[in-house]
């Protein structure tokens, strides 16, 4: 248009003025990484949800439960242990145990422990402490019925009762060492209760006390309702012991160590053919029912733990070494002078006649020369002898599965000729007295060494059977010819003049050896003027039922073992055969008693 005058002219169009450019990759480059983040987080605090609740909750719940709670340990209910023909032995009873829970009680401690104190047979200043502490404590343990009816009758706030278990020993002190004892909480402490505790023993019990953050007790419910859980049960041990052979071998031991004034002593009576141990009798003992009364060296079971020489029980041994290795033949015939020198050492007899004596290897074991052992024995090498003697069972455990058994000591080859000769009669060499027992069942049962056994099985609460304890298979450790050779040469011990015509049971033929051996001083120098007598054979001498071993430990009223073990054999295995029903033997009455050697 044409612009006259006053005309305005137009302006031009206003340009917008201009944005900086987009960049939207990097806002949704910061966006996905904050999404990333949070998402990462997300799983973690999920992961770290997922490992405590999942993962780690067993172990949690745990400690939590520690944390609020306090365990006391409870009694399970032990299962008896019996004999072979199931007389009980130690059984488990009903008992009560009294406890105290402090924030319950209302009352001076004091007033209430004085009339506790009577009941439970405890000082009642220790009472007042235990009842003036803070927290749940036992009072007594193990308490009979009438305690707990007298305790439940004074009706004592903050003081109850829960039932457990008390072990009891029906037979009072019988088999005691064997048996062993249990602890406050029913844990075997010694015997077979040790040995086999985790069988005897039932699946453990607890009670479990709520305590608050301070740990005190807030549980306030079981006074008025005592624990009266049904007891899981353990397992029923069955022993190889006969109780009536038991009580004999007992009975007669203890009356030989009172009337020959002797230490110790210890009986064993064994099957020869299986290994079962009827009797395993050691004194002094003591009565498992009060165990605190009992020292240490008496709960040990010294017949498999402690060792001793045995003396000329042994020369049977080096006599059968002898005839089985060829060394010897029955009629093989020795001087023998009342002593011989070997190197620097002299060694005798006991109370030989004088002069020079011609004997043949039945005389040299029927008077139970030492001289003529001697001479038997280093006519073979001493590894031969040695080699016989493990044989036998010598120097390794037999066996028997019971706890603390030893070995005993058989030296190692080369041995010096006048260890070699010692050796051959008993000295010089330690044994157990159930290894001694063991080895003589080889003579009894045609030249097989078997295992002793003392456990047969373990009976479940069911009845059914949990483990047998078979018969271990016998070894062949000599010949049938060498034993027919040997019982004639044991019975003359017994019969003919031998050192152990004391040991002869009428109406029945008898087959053994004597052994008086000196005790090695304490201080291992030397030997000391006291012995260890014994006396170890079988009965009857045709079809063998029973081996029995007697031995004392240093009889002060007479020492050789023809006068003191022998007698007590004796009395043991009269006894035994007689339980047995082994019928007399009508040859066997008129037979000559009188000794002419001692040993």
């Not at 003081?159 to 075997?188: H, M, S």
Request: proline share 8%; net charge positive.
């Amino acid at each position: 248009m044409a612009g006259g005058k006053g005309a305005v002219a137009e302006r031009p169009p206003a340009r917008r003025a201009s944005t900086p450019p987009r960049k939207p990759r990097r806002s949704l480059s910061r966006l996905f990484w904050l999404q990333l983040l949070f998402c990462a987080i997300a799983l973690a605090l999920c992961g770290r949800l997922a490992y405590l609740q999942v993962w780690m909750a067993p172990e949690l719940s745990a400690k939590a439960r520690a944390q609020r709670t306090k365990r006391v340990d409870l009694a399970a209910l032990r299962r008896e242990i019996t004999d072979r023909n199931g007389s009980e032995l130690a059984v488990s009873v009903e008992a009560w145990s009294v406890y105290a829970q402090p924030a319950d009680l209302r009352g001076n401690p004091a007033d209430i422990a004085r009339k506790l104190a009577p009941l439970l047979g405890s000082p009642p200043q220790k009472l007042a402490r235990q009842l003036g502490g803070k927290h749940w404590t036992w009072l007594a343990r193990k308490q009979d019925a009438q305690v707990a009816n007298r305790v439940r009758a004074l009706k004592i706030a903050g003081v109850g009762l829960i039932k457990e278990t008390r072990r009891v020993y029906p037979k009072g002190p019988l088999a005691g060492t064997l048996l062993g004892f249990v602890g406050v909480d029913n844990q075997g402490l010694a015997g077979i209760e040790h040995d086999f505790d985790d069988a005897l023993r039932g699946p453990p019990r607890h009670l479990d006390i709520q305590v608050d953050a301070m740990g005190r007790e807030i549980l306030r419910d079981f006074a008025q309702n005592p624990m009266t859980t049904v007891l899981a049960d353990g397992a029923r041990v069955i022993l190889t012991i006969d109780e009536a052979i038991q009580h004999e071998a007992e009975k007669h031991l203890s009356a030989a160590i009172r009337d020959l004034g002797a230490k110790a002593g210890w009986v064993i009576v064994m099957e020869p053919d299986s290994g079962d141990v009827l009797a395993f009798a050691t004194m002094p003992s003591y009565d498992p029912n009060f165990p605190n009364r009992a020292s240490g060296s008496v709960i040990t079971n010294v017949a498999i733990s402690g060792v001793f020489e045995p003396g000329s029980t042994l020369k049977p041994f080096t006599v059968a070494a002898g005839l089985e290795s060829g060394a010897v033949t029955p009629r093989s015939g020795f001087d023998c002078p009342p002593r011989i020198t070997i190197g620097n050492k002299t060694i005798g007899d006991h109370d030989p006649p004088p002069g020079v004596r011609h004997l043949k290897v039945p005389q040299i074991l029927q008077v139970s020369s030492n001289v003529g052992t001697a001479q038997i024995g280093m006519r073979m090498p001493d590894r031969v002898q040695r080699e016989f003697l493990l044989r036998f069972g010598f120097g390794r455990a037999t066996g028997s599965g019971l706890g603390g058994e030893s070995a005993g000591i058989l030296p190692r080859t080369p041995w010096r000729p006048i260890n070699h000769a010692t050796i051959s009669y008993g000295q010089g060499i330690s044994v157990t007295a159930l290894q001694l027992a063991t080895a003589n069942c080889i003579f009894a049962n045609g030249g097989k060494r078997v295992r002793p056994r003392l456990i047969r099985r373990i009976v479940g609460p069911d009845g059914h059977v949990i483990q047998e304890f078979p018969i271990a298979p016998p070894e062949q450790v000599l010949s049938p010819r060498v034993v027919a050779q040997l019982i004639p040469m044991l019975r003359s011990v017994t019969e003919q003049g031998g050192t152990g015509t004391a040991a002869r049971i009428p109406g029945y033929h008898v087959a053994g050896k004597t052994g008086t051996a000196q005790k090695v001083r304490p201080d291992g120098r030397g030997y000391s003027s006291d012995v260890i007598s014994s006396f170890v054979g079988f009965a009857p001498v045709v079809q063998p039922r029973i081996v029995v071993l007697a031995s004392l430990d240093s009889p002060t009223k007479a020492h050789y073992a023809s006068m003191t073990a022998a007698p007590l054999f004796r009395e043991v295995t009269a006894s035994a055969l007689r339980i047995l029903g082994v019928e007399p033997d009508p040859t066997a009455f008129n037979v000559p008693t009188v000794s002419h050697a001692a040993d």
